[in-house]
């Protein structure tokens, strides 16, 4: 008996009914359910950050599909303070180290903070990828009171606070004091503060500016001894402490994390459990997008890889796809997959609609339902399929400042295009010109070739270096691929395959002298090495 297809039949589905099942057991009200992903705003947005953004929200999306109503919270961690001052900005920031970014003035001049600025990158990536937020600021939560309680219970339960993270992660931190970081009154740092006393009768927290150790290197605090009501929202709560709080203060009951956070995660858990009485939510912990270095991307270190430079050359729908294709499992990733990922959404257009079958049912629930989740249930009307490569071929090769032009015309030639020029495709010759003014070439996707396929693909590098004429081109692939004993369908595969990254695509004669023999003489020579 074949397995039951759940809802759409992606991943986001199945976790979306696991969930009810949960909170139905847990007998927790399910007029509207909340998941959550935290915005951080102490650097610049990536890929990363995006995802957990973009899965959440699908989860939000599977809980629609299935009837409930539900939501999806976009908190920034703008209290946070200032550890390291990102690759790529003013050194002069130093001096901000240890204070709330949205204490910190914008380095571009155009937001009200510094965090104002980082978190303002992410949403707006939100926003043109059409995700629908409930956006929360962590600095106005605490403001307006949002975890007074949670801050009163955790307080007052320091002591069992502290034991359950030194059980957890061996740390004695806490066991010493609070896990609450006051906003120095006297210098305006927030981690260089420590809380000795809880007045729970004032609400008050008594603390010193003692100092706080960054990335290695101790920052001396101003060694100011002060007082204030965390109800006022002049601090916030220790990242052992927060998540709990938040999660129980915003009816949170799904929320995704890193592997580098799992500890904190799980801390978190129990102190939300054991202290708060509330249940946590659902987790799915996911693994790190890195760089093809194979280092974690990451806000610090220089390598960001951010939602805006992918929109620059990729639509939205492919930017989905990117993150919610899998959510499990590390992969390396650089501007080079972006005509990869585009390729792809159209392959999986043709199967929502039908145009390429696919005879496993269970397969083919999953690849149209992960199509949809990436159209945001909004499918568009069939759009013309154009392989990324030949739209950047055309862009290279085009008469400078008629480019658009050309490749319309060219388009026309090839047989994509018939009436007028639609609004997807607009988009794409934007892309494909963004492509070819940064970057010199597509690397084409690897291909593994038989000896016979080598011999054939080498005679036509060489045939290209002397024959100029379409027809007599298109007619040599036949010749040679009968010769080497390959069919000529398969031949023709591969060789698009090289050229395009598809298994298909314009005549192929004509198409090779419009992008210039030698340049498709050199594709044939890498994937030949």
Request: with cysteine; net charge neutral; charged share 30%.
């Amino acid at each position: 008996m074949s397995e039951e297809i759940i809802g759409h039949g992606t991943w986001y589905d199945k976790v979306a009914v696991e969930i009810v099942k949960r909170e139905r057991k847990l007998n927790r009200s399910l007029k509207s359910i909340r998941t959550e992903s935290g915005l951080g705003a102490s650097g610049f947005p990536h890929i990363g950050s995006f995802a957990d953004c973009a899965r959440a929200h699908a989860v939000a999306q599977a809980f629609k599909e299935i009837g409930f109503k539900s939501e999806y919270v976009a908190f920034a961690d703008d209290l946070d303070g200032l550890r390291k001052v990102p690759a790529g900005l003013p050194k002069s920031l130093e001096k901000y180290l240890g204070y709330p970014v949205t204490s910190i003035p914008d380095p571009y001049n155009c937001h009200k903070s510094y965090g104002d600025h980082m978190t303002s990158l992410l949403l707006e990536a939100l926003d043109a990828c059409d995700i629908r937020y409930t956006f929360m600021s962590g600095k106005e939560a605490y403001e307006k009171g949002l975890f007074n309680e949670e801050i009163k219970t955790l307080l007052f339960n320091a002591k069992r606070v502290g034991e359950i993270v030194r059980e957890e992660v061996g740390q004695e931190k806490f066991v010493e004091v609070l896990p609450y970081f006051p906003i120095c009154s006297n210098c305006g740092r927030i981690y260089t503060t420590k809380v000795q006393e809880f007045l729970s009768k004032e609400d008050k927290v008594l603390y010193t500016c003692d100092g706080m150790e960054v990335k290695g290197k101790w920052l001396e605090g101003c060694g100011h001894k002060g007082e204030t009501g965390y109800r006022k929202g002049e601090g916030k709560l220790s990242w052992k402490v927060e998540f709990a709080a938040r999660w129980k203060a915003l009816d949170i009951r799904f929320e995704a994390y890193g592997k580098d956070i799992a500890d904190s995660v799980r801390v978190n858990d129990r102190i939300c459990q054991e202290i708060l009485n509330w249940s946590p939510p659902s987790h799915v912990q996911y693994e790190m997008f890195l760089d093809k270095g194979g280092k974690k991307i990451s806000k610090s270190a220089g390598n960001v890889f951010t939602p805006q430079v992918w929109l620059r050359y990729g639509s939205p729908q492919s930017l989905l796809l990117l993150t919610l294709k899998r959510f499990v499992g590390t992969r390396s990733l650089s501007v080079t997959d972006i005509p990869q990922y585009m390729n792809e959404l159209d392959e999986l257009e043709d199967i929502y609609l039908g145009k390429k079958p696919v005879s496993d049912k269970k397969e083919k629930a999953k690849l149209t339902g992960l199509y949809m989740y990436c159209e945001l249930f909004k499918p568009p009307k069939p759009s013309i399929h154009v392989p990324y490569n030949l739209l950047t071929y055309l862009a290279k090769v085009s008469p400078k400042g008629s480019e658009t032009e050309f490749i319309e015309e060219k388009l026309r030639d090839y047989r994509y295009l018939k009436g007028e020029v639609p609004e997807n495709l607009e988009k794409r010759i934007e892309y494909a010109l963004n492509w070819t003014q940064d970057f010199k070439e597509i690397k084409e996707k690897t291909v593994k070739l038989i000896d016979q396929e080598i011999d054939a693909v080498r005679e036509l590098a060489q045939i290209l270096k002397t024959e100029t004429e379409e027809e007599q081109i298109h007619g040599a692939v036949f010749t040679i691929a009968r010769k080497h004993a390959i069919r000529p369908a398969s031949f023709f595969r591969t060789l698009y395959t090289i050229l395009l990254g598809v298994p298909e695509g314009p005549r192929l004669g004509p198409y090779i002298v419009a992008m210039g023999r030698k340049n498709v003489i050199d594709a044939l020579e890498r994937a030949m090495k």
